[in-house]
């Protein structure tokens, strides 16, 4: 199994919390398998944690949202038949409705992380496609990037 990147791995902790204890952070990428010493962890882990606060900041939010608390798909526009919009339903709703967490987008969503994770063949894969993604600069410059290298393949093979 390929070593992980001590920047990937800090970076999926920092995601849940992002001012979590370095030496909680440290403690958990080790966990993770890192084998870094410790000064080059808390050196990875400061690093990352100020990369992650620019990049909130850019985007003009002053933290990281919390992994629970992240929106992972548009609202649904509400219709006649909708139960928000029914009376007797907003009196019955369940804790998660009532935070405003739509349970059936995040598991829609989970799903189809699933099935990405198992067309790379693992975890590992599929975050090395995520990282290639965020190195590229976005979706639309990795699929700028996807559809030349489809087009010299198949040239190569024609």
């Known amino acids: 199994m390929p070593a992980q990147a001590p920047f990937s791995v800090v970076r999926e902790i920092l995601a849940e919390d992002i001012s979590m204890d370095v030496h909680e952070v440290m403690a958990r990428a080790k966990k993770h398998g890192l084998d870094k010493s ?3 962890l808390r050196r ?4 990352t944690r100020s990369w992650m606060k620019a990049k909130a900041k850019e985007k003009g939010t002053t933290a990281v949202a919390p992994v629970a608390a992240r929106h992972t798909a548009s609202p649904k526009p509400e219709t006649k038949s909708s139960p928000a919009s029914r009376p007797e339903a907003l009196a019955t709703e369940s804790p998660a ?6 349970l059936a987008s995040v598991f829609a969503n989970v799903t189809r992380v699933n099935k990405v994770v198992s067309a790379c063949g693992g975890i590992e894969k599929a975050r090395e496609v995520v990282e290639a993604l965020q190195a590229c600069g976005g979706i639309s410059a990795f ?3 996807l ?3 489809a087009g010299i393949q198949s040239a190569d093979k024609g």
């Open 44 to 47: 990875v882990v400061h690093k």
């Open 97 to 102: 409705t009532a935070a405003g967490i739509d």
């Open 147 to 149: 559809e030349l290298i």
């Open 38 to 40: 410790d000064s080059e």
């Open 143 to 145: 699929l700028q990037h």
